[in-house]
């Protein structure tokens, strides 16, 4: 099968999108499959990789002012267009439904090849960075929710990572896509306990405090994560019993939030280490003593899979599918959105009991272990053989709209 997947993100550049489509490409490369990947070049010019059966086309691409790391394109559509002619795909695969998913479904209708697209953001990752003044905030959402209604009916099959965004979706559009986990590498996040030396190396690297518990976020450091909150509660939490923060990622609030660090007080038990590739990321993961998130938009949240797998308790928010992997009680806490109090107070208790929080992170391994990496990829496979199927079926007419794959009511 020939198989075109398009995203707005790909390695080096680092979001949870881009790291999956990634590892979706070379399995599918390496399940015999032919794979076209079209993203954003990480350089201001375009270019090409070719490997045994995976091409990565880079488009053309500007500093994108709203996120640290990443690129975006101009208007790359007569590039797509070529390059999908050229390469003939079986299926496409979009991760997005702007720039590429555009250029994705025209190819697709006009070729009559079966688009299938995976929703890894949903209208509230946009609307976050509007003031909540004039009700902004729900009038960008309603014209999004339009958009994306527009854009399912055209896919010829629709995905998401949980049960949650799945029903969302539903109810906003009528369609129920298929739920397909993104998974974990389960034997690169494993729950194994370091040695004091194993350890010692690790903080080392970071550059943290020998003998001090871990707080550890990790994720993107901009508005939508609301970090902010991380750091005020770890600050409170840190006035009751002696620990340390850490941050891994990078984003335009890190400069805000390394000053919030100084004006609480913490700032020499913080540490933002930046960017940190997954291999090195897991051992971080089992140094540490607990995992907080604020963020109230996931979609799965890749980073809460890979902190149950490394066997870490979990401290989070009740919004959005976040309960899904954090069950309260089991192998986390959930709290209030917005409630700092609350976030702060359930840090210090898994700080102040560790035997307690030790029971849970080994809960979480259980939770994530029905998440396995292989078989979400294995699923996408399938996905594309369904998908495919419809290239065979006869074109339908207007006047039966109910038989167009991906029409509302539909379960895809």
Not at 31 to 50: A, K
Request: aromatic letters at 8%; charged letters at 20%.
């Amino acid at each position: 099968m020939k198989i075109a997947l398009l995203a707005p993100s790909y390695p080096p550049m680092v979001s949870g999108a881009a790291l999956f489509v990634e590892k979706l490409a070379r399995e599918m490369a390496r399940c015999g499959h032919e794979v076209l990947v079209l993203t954003t070049s990480d350089r201001s010019y375009p270019y090409r990789v070719t490997g045994p059966r995976l091409i990565v086309e880079r488009c053309r691409s500007y500093r994108n002012p709203m996120r640290v790391g990443q690129r975006i394109v101009g208007w790359p559509h007569r590039l797509l267009m070529a390059r999908l002619e050229e390469f003939a795909p079986d299926v496409i695969h979009i991760h997005e439904p702007f720039q590429f998913g555009f250029s994705s479904l025209f190819y697709g209708r006009r070729q009559r090849v079966p688009v299938v697209f995976t929703i890894h953001q949903l209208p509230w990752f946009f609307s976050a960075y509007l003031p909540k003044a004039f009700h902004l905030q729900q009038t960008l959402e309603k014209v999004l929710w339009r958009y994306a209604c527009w854009v399912l009916r055209q896919c010829t099959l629709v995905a998401v990572p949980t049960q949650t965004i799945a029903e969302v979706v539903h109810a906003h559009t009528g369609i129920l896509p298929e739920v397909i986990s993104c998974g974990v590498d389960l034997d690169t996040f494993q729950p194994f306990a370091l040695d004091s030396g194993e350890e010692d190396i690790v903080r080392a690297r970071l550059g943290v405090l020998t003998g001090f518990p871990i707080i550890l976020h990790v994720g993107r450091l901009d508005l939508d994560k609301h970090v902010e909150r991380v750091v005020r509660a770890a600050a409170q939490a840190m006035q009751q019993v002696p620990a340390q923060l850490v941050v891994v990622g990078d984003g335009t609030q890190r400069k805000k939030l390394i000053q919030l660090c100084r004006d609480l007080d913490i700032f020499e038990r913080s540490h933002f280490s930046g960017f940190i590739l997954q291999d090195g990321l897991a051992e971080i993961y089992r140094a540490s003593a607990l995992f907080v998130t604020a963020s109230e938009i996931e979609t799965q949240g890749i980073v809460l899979l890979e902190a149950a797998a490394c066997g870490l308790p979990i401290v989070a928010v009740r919004a959005t599918c976040v309960h899904e992997i954090v069950h309260s009680g089991e192998n986390g806490l959930l709290v209030t959105p917005g409630d700092i109090k609350e976030l702060a107070g359930s840090i210090t208790w898994m700080l102040q009991h560790p035997a307690e929080a030790r029971i849970m992170g080994k809960a979480g391994r259980k939770i994530v272990e029905s998440h396995p990496l292989k078989a979400a990829l294995n699923a996408y496979e399938v996905l594309y053989e369904k998908a495919a199927q419809f290239a065979q079926l006869p074109a339908v007419t207007a006047s039966t709209p109910a038989a167009v794959p991906g029409r509302p009511k539909r379960s895809v």
